[in-house]
């Protein structure tokens, strides 16, 4: 293969890696997550489904399903487009190799027009009686040598270029194929979502009747969160008064230096989940005139252990009105909260690593579902836990 047509197809290559490969990545690392995930919440609906009525935490979960399907969408759409992009760019790429096939094979053609009218016009014996010199006849010999040399190097370079337009259509191939394929995928995904909003129709509609009782429901949650941040206030009151300018032991400061670097690596408190409520104001999925304030985040799993999300000390074991139980970690100047446990298999004042048991979830039987509340502060200072949980 001739230096310019080699040159030519490298930088073609670097181009489409450079540009492409990265991006294409990217998208499939994005799309996994959210089939995951779409997985995840449809084992925790199939929960709430076997529970004995439609359920808040049900139309949640079909809020999130519904979410991860669209973003997976527009993934799809993305990567679409991205591969109409490839093929478009090889698809050039084609026709100018095709186009020095077409120049190269004129060439080749030319020169054995050449060769054939030497071999007519070519005497051996009297080339070598007409040479003026040895020298020149070695020259001679040389030109026609290198004619013969030129051509058998187009011929190769023909082949060469032959090899690289068939596997430039079986690239354009392969992508039309995969685009075909992404768009049977989201048509199946339309038709899924279509069915999840019918669904979330239909909960809508029942819950609608129950507006006292979510009512009611709501007003209890309230008061529990009011008590949970209350006592949390309460404790780093008292510690305040301990250590007048609030200063942690050594060990202390170590915890929260390191519990502070591992921002965005926390461990989840469940085996798995879903966050179907998340940080800050949050209105309500059916009474739309109310909207509430969430402490933390409440995350929809079908495990029952929680575990803690980092080492630290169990600070307190608080039990609210209806039975469930809370427990609050410190972790030097931080404190994480788990809520709606049913059981404890921890004491006040007991060491703890990360991912260590500390309790079991609550199951809400008419719901069939195990939703934890979870929270992180740091002193007075709320912080959003999907910041600091592992993506």
Not at 203 to 222: P, R, V
Not at 347 to 371: C, F, P, R
């Amino acid at each position: 293969m001739s230096k310019k047509i080699k040159i030519t197809f490298i930088v073609f290559i670097l181009f489409s890696v450079c540009v492409f490969s990265q991006t294409k990545s990217d998208l499939l690392t994005k799309k996994n997550k959210l089939v995951t995930e779409i997985k995840l919440i449809n084992i925790a609906i199939q929960s709430t489904k076997s529970g004995h009525q439609e359920s808040v935490q049900e139309l949640q979960l079909i809020n999130k399903q519904m979410q991860v399907q669209t973003d997976l969408l527009k993934i799809s759409e993305q990567y679409i487009d991205l591969l109409s992009l490839e093929k478009d760019s090889i698809d050039i790429e084609l026709k100018n190799i095709t186009n020095r096939l077409f120049t190269e094979k004129n060439i080749y053609a030319q020169l054995i027009i050449n060769a054939n009218r030497l071999e007519l016009t070519y005497n051996p014996i009297e080339f070598i009686f007409e040479s003026r010199s040895f020298n020149e006849l070695l020259r001679s010999m040389y030109h026609f040598r290198q004619i013969e040399l030129t051509r058998r190097s187009k011929y190769e370079e023909i082949h060469q270029i032959q090899a690289i337009i068939e596997k430039t259509k079986k690239s354009i191939l392969d992508r039309k194929a995969r685009q075909a394929n992404l768009i049977k995928d989201q048509k199946q995904n339309i038709i899924q979502l279509n069915l999840v909003k019918s669904r979330q129709t239909h909960i809508i509609k029942s819950l609608i009747l129950k507006q006292d009782s979510l009512t009611l429901a709501l007003k209890n949650k309230e008061t529990q969160a009011k008590k949970i941040n209350d006592e949390i206030l309460r404790l780093i009151d008292i510690e305040s008064k301990k250590q007048q300018t609030f200063e942690l032991t050594p060990e202390g400061r170590i915890t929260s230096k390191h519990f502070s670097e591992n921002r965005g690596q926390l461990y989840w408190p469940v085996s798995n989940g879903i966050i179907t409520s998340k940080f800050g104001k949050v209105q309500h999925p059916i009474i739309s005139s109310i909207s509430t304030m969430n402490n933390g985040i409440e995350i929809t799993t079908n495990s029952r252990d929680v575990n803690s999300v980092f080492k630290g000390v169990i600070t307190k074991i608080l039990i609210l009105p209806n039975g469930l139980k809370v427990v609050i970690v410190r972790h030097g100047e931080y404190l994480s909260v788990y809520s709606n446990l049913y059981d404890v298999s921890v004491a006040k004042n007991q060491h703890i690593e990360a991912k260590d048991i500390i309790g079991t979830l609550y199951i809400d039987k008419a719901s069939n579902t195990n939703v934890l509340g979870f929270q992180i502060w740091k002193g007075r200072e709320k912080l959003n836990p999907s910041h600091w949980l592992i993506k």
